[in-house]
C-alpha cells in the first residue's frame, strides 16, 4: 500500500504564489506517474498537472504558464508551484500516484491523498 501525504495548502492572495507537495510512503517497488488534481465545491474533481518519473509533464489549460510540477525520485515527492494565483483556483488538492506494488508485473495501482484545502481570495 502507499500513503500519500501532502502539505503546504493554505490560504493566499490573489496574484500570490503557494507551494504544495506530497510525499509517498508504504510498501511499493516504484512510483510512476505523480500528479494534483483538484475539486471545487460541486464540481468534479480534474487534473491539475501531473508528471512523469522521468519527467514529463501534463497540464491543464488553466495551470498551463502558471504552476510548475517537479518531483524528487529519491525521495518519492511531488511538488506543486502555483504562480499568479486567482480565486478560481480555490478547491481542494489532492495528491495522485500510480505505482507499482512489486517488481513482477507490469499493473500500476491508483492511490489518492487526503487532500488539502487551497483559498485564493481576491
Known amino acids: 500500500q502507499v500513503q500519500l501525504v501532502e502539505s503546504g495548502g493554505g490560504l493566499v492572495q490573489a496574484g500570490e504564489s503557494l507551494g504544495l507537495s506530497c510525499a509517498a510512503s508504504?510498501?511499493?517497488?516504484?512510483?510512476?506517474?505523480m500528479g494534483w488534481y483538484r475539486q471545487a465545491p460541486g464540481q468534479q474533481r480534474e487534473l491539475v498537472a501531473r508528471?512523469?518519473?522521468?519527467?514529463?509533464?501534463d497540464f491543464a489549460d488553466s495551470a498551463e504558464g502558471r504552476f510548475t510540477i517537479s518531483r524528487d525520485n529519491a525521495k518519492n515527492t511531488v511538488y506543486l508551484q502555483m504562480n499568479s494565483a486567482k480565486p478560481e483556483d480555490t478547491a481542494v488538492y489532492y495528491c495522485?500516484?500510480?505505482?507499482?506494488?512489486?517488481?513482477?508485473?507490469?499493473?500500476?495501482?491508483?492511490?489518492w491523498g487526503q487532500g488539502t484545502q487551497v483559498t485564493v481570495s481576491s
Open positions: 495522485h500516484a500510480k505505482a507499482l506494488r512489486s517488481r513482477v508485473g507490469i499493473r500500476e495501482y491508483d492511490y
Open positions: 508528471i512523469t518519473r522521468g519527467g514529463t509533464t
Open positions: 508504504g510498501s511499493f517497488f516504484r512510483i510512476n506517474t
